[in-house]
């Protein structure tokens, strides 16, 4: 009978079956987490996305990287290619990229990399290859690698210098890291969202390959 068993139960132990009861089931409660993860991640921030790929895709990939972070420039070199030929350009998957920047110098590329970029999506993922591809030189001779960037794409270094010291720019950036950090709980690079749901360091072509397949057949 039940309620001469309720009628012995504590009011803390009520609540706790009370509580159990409106959080339901454990995969419930995962799946909406992952769901409020989700429209989080989704939540317009301080800066417009740099995005590509269709915004009706089935899944949509959000990365945090640092200029500054090898992994990200392994990711960018090794995996990211694969992605987009296979997921991306065939409208399986939308690809946003937020910058993390770990340092200074990371800080420094994101804000040349939106200088450049502007409102083309195609140009800004150009110039986040050419970042990573220069990030050895970029962590040693700063200056020097930002003034050969910005001069592959046209830019004076009085052009580069000016967007070096876009105050609302870095102000910027720095809001949307901190949004990541507290709300996002993102604390590395690369960090990944696929469909909101969080994925810390390095994933090979393999790993996210097995992930899409799994979630495209949802």
């Not at 420039?73 to 990211?80: H, P, S, T």
């Not at 993390?100 to 140009?123: H, N, Q, Y």
């Not at 949004?179 to 090979?204: C, H, I, R």
């Given at each position: 009978?039940?309620?001469?068993?309720?009628?012995h139960m504590t009011s803390a132990a009520l609540g706790f079956i009370v509580l159990l009861a409106f959080l339901g089931p454990p995969t419930d409660r995962e799946a909406k987490a992952q769901s409020a993860t989700a429209a989080a991640v989704a939540k317009p921030v301080s800066l417009p996305d740099i995005a590509i790929g269709s915004p009706k895709a089935p899944v949509t990939i959000v990365?945090?990287?640092?200029?500054?972070?090898?992994?990200?420039?392994?990711?960018?070199?090794?995996?990211?290619?694969?992605?987009?030929?296979?997921?991306?350009?065939?409208?399986?998957?939308?690809?946003?990229?937020?910058?993390?920047?770990?340092?200074?110098?990371?800080?420094?590329?994101?804000?040349?990399?939106?200088?450049?970029?502007?409102?083309?999506?195609?140009?800004?993922?150009?110039?986040?290859?050419?970042?990573?591809?220069?990030?050895?030189?970029?962590?040693?001779?700063?200056?020097?690698?930002?003034?050969?960037?910005?001069?592959?794409?046209?830019?004076?270094?009085?052009?580069?210098?000016?967007?070096?010291?876009?105050?609302?720019?870095?102000?910027?950036?720095?809001?949307?890291?901190?949004?990541?950090?507290?709300?996002?709980?993102?604390?590395?690079?690369?960090?990944?969202?696929?469909?909101?749901?969080?994925?810390?360091?390095?994933?090979?072509?393999?790993?996210?390959?097995?992930?899409?397949?799994?979630?495209?057949?949802?």
């Amino acid at each position: 009978m039940l309620l001469p068993v309720l009628s012995h139960m504590t009011s803390a132990a009520l609540g706790f079956i009370v509580l159990l009861a409106f959080l339901g089931p454990p995969t419930d409660r995962e799946a909406k987490a992952q769901s409020a993860t989700a429209a989080a991640v989704a939540k317009p921030v301080s800066l417009p996305d740099i995005a590509i790929g269709s915004p009706k895709a089935p899944v949509t990939i959000v990365e945090y990287a640092s200029m500054s972070c090898p992994h990200c420039a392994a990711f960018g070199e090794n995996v990211f290619p694969m992605l987009r030929s296979k997921y991306i350009d065939t409208g399986k998957v939308r690809f946003v990229f937020r910058e993390f920047p770990l340092d200074i110098k990371a800080a420094a590329a994101s804000m040349l990399v939106r200088c450049i970029g502007k409102d083309d999506a195609e140009k800004h993922f150009a110039v986040i290859e050419t970042m990573f591809k220069q990030q050895a030189r970029l962590m040693d001779q700063t200056k020097e690698t930002l003034f050969l960037v910005g001069k592959l794409n046209g830019m004076s270094e009085q052009d580069v210098e000016t967007c070096e010291t876009d105050q609302a720019l870095l102000d910027k950036i720095a809001a949307d890291q901190r949004y990541a950090m507290e709300t996002l709980k993102v604390d590395a690079t690369p960090t990944f969202f696929v469909n909101g749901e969080q994925w810390k360091g390095a994933m090979s072509y393999e790993e996210l390959d097995a992930k899409l397949k799994t979630l495209l057949k949802r």
